[in-house]
């Protein structure tokens, strides 16, 4: 399988967390009756809404008492001539001040819209949310969330706001600085020329992940553009042919039998003759991380 397009270093590699012995019980108070870490680490696959999502982590005060809170500790760490971001990561990054960041509410935003409320499956994950936090934030960061989808959070939980819950196992955070760093130009382009041509792929990236991930063609399609990295060389490459990529669809495959697999098919238009290219992947989204069955061919309608 090619590698992924960036993965933010420190992280670990995606693999399913195992479930506790027990479920936290203020995780299962505040998610719902019956939701918790357990019970959804032990749900079978036909039970459970897998979420593989796109946008970017926002922290909130959920309550009064945890921003007084929150303040009572900033005033212990030195904070002068920082920003309200760069104080904020400050204070979460102190050992000493991680309780402050099981109080927040970290809510994942998916184009302007407040999408879901993040729970870590493994309490030690609660520091894939406080990396999260950018003390410089730029307009082309972004989060890529995979877990399982929960109930619609209690009004209580988090400052009235109510959206689904969910339980997360593994989060990526990148941008664009450090995506286009980490990936060499093709040997038929020049850095100049490949730079402007990265850009272009990657708010394209931001378009399409226009939704909140939790069908099987948003999850496939959501693989392919973060983790797949010859999405992104094909598009490049079509780019320096004089092609732009005019559309993108997910479909179930007809190979589905036992297994979800979606067939996810790019579309380039040539810009001087009225032509169009085709090429495809096939990803299985039958579990919760989904896996590239097929690399990038050409694709014939049917």
Same mark, same amino acid.
């Given at each position: 399988?090619?590698?992924?397009?960036?993965?933010?270093?420190?992280?670990?590699?995606?693999?399913?967390?195992?479930?506790?012995? %027990?479920? =936290?019980?203020?995780?299962?108070?505040?998610?719902?009756?019956?939701?918790? $870490?357990?019970?959804?680490?032990?749900? /079978?696959?036909?039970?459970?809404?897998?979420?593989?999502?796109?946008?970017? #982590?926002?922290?909130?005060?959920?309550?009064l008492? /945890?921003?007084? %809170?929150?303040?009572?500790a900033?005033?212990?760490?030195?904070?002068?001539?920082?920003t309200?971001?760069?104080?904020?990561?400050?204070?979460?990054?102190?050992?000493?001040?991680? *309780?402050?960041?099981?109080?927040? $509410?970290?809510?994942?935003?998916?184009?302007?819209?407040? +999408?879901? #409320?993040?729970l870590?499956?493994?309490?030690?994950?609660?520091?894939?949310?406080?990396?999260?936090? &950018?003390?410089?934030?730029?307009?082309?960061?972004? =989060?890529?969330?995979?877990?399982?989808?929960?109930?619609?959070?209690?009004?209580?939980?988090?400052?009235?706001?109510?959206v689904?819950?969910?339980?997360?196992?593994?989060?990526?955070?990148?941008g664009? @600085?450090?995506?286009?760093?980490?990936?060499?130009?093709?040997?038929?382009? /020049?850095? @100049?020329?490949?730079?402007?041509?990265?850009?272009?792929?990657?708010?394209? #990236?931001?378009?399409?992940? @226009?939704?909140?991930?939790?069908? /099987?063609?948003? &999850?496939a399609?959501?693989? $392919? #553009?973060?983790?797949? &990295?010859?999405?992104f060389?094909?598009?490049?490459?079509?780019?320096?042919?004089?092609?732009?990529l005019?559309?993108? %669809?997910?479909?179930?495959?007809?190979?589905s039998? +036992?297994?979800?697999?979606?067939?996810?098919?790019?579309? *380039?238009? =040539?810009?001087?003759?009225?032509s +169009?290219e085709?090429?495809f992947? &096939?990803?299985?989204?039958? %579990?919760?991380?989904?896996f590239?069955? +097929?690399?990038?061919?050409?694709?014939?309608?049917h």
């Amino acid at each position: 399988m090619e590698q992924p397009i960036k993965q933010t270093a420190g992280l670990k590699e995606a693999e399913a967390v195992p479930s506790h012995s %027990e479920t =936290d019980p203020k995780t299962a108070a505040s998610a719902g009756e019956g939701w918790g $870490c357990k019970s959804v680490a032990g749900a /079978s696959p036909s039970m459970t809404s897998f979420v593989y999502a796109i946008g970017r #982590i926002e922290p909130r005060f959920g309550s009064l008492a /945890s921003e007084k %809170e929150f303040a009572q500790a900033a005033s212990r760490v030195e904070t002068a001539g920082k920003t309200d971001r760069q104080r904020l990561h400050a204070v979460l990054s102190e050992r000493q001040n991680r *309780y402050l960041a099981r109080q927040i $509410c970290w809510v994942l935003i998916v184009q302007g819209l407040e +999408t879901y #409320i993040l729970l870590p499956r493994d309490p030690a994950d609660i520091d894939l949310l406080v990396n999260a936090i &950018r003390p410089v934030p730029n307009p082309s960061d972004i =989060d890529v969330v995979i877990g399982m989808r929960g109930p619609v959070a209690p009004p209580e939980l988090c400052n009235g706001l109510m959206v689904p819950l969910l339980a997360f196992d593994q989060i990526y955070s990148f941008g664009l @600085d450090e995506l286009i760093k980490s990936m060499p130009a093709p040997s038929q382009m /020049s850095s @100049d020329e490949f730079r402007p041509a990265a850009e272009e792929v990657f708010n394209t #990236i931001i378009q399409l992940a @226009d939704n909140a991930g939790s069908t /099987s063609e948003h &999850r496939a399609l959501n693989y $392919c #553009i973060v983790r797949y &990295r010859g999405f992104f060389d094909k598009t490049v490459e079509q780019f320096h042919r004089n092609f732009s990529l005019t559309g993108v %669809e997910a479909r179930p495959s007809s190979l589905s039998s +036992t297994r979800a697999i979606v067939d996810v098919v790019f579309s *380039y238009a =040539d810009r001087q003759r009225d032509s +169009t290219e085709k090429y495809f992947v &096939r990803v299985d989204v039958t %579990e919760e991380f989904p896996f590239l069955m +097929t690399r990038m061919a050409p694709y014939y309608d049917h």
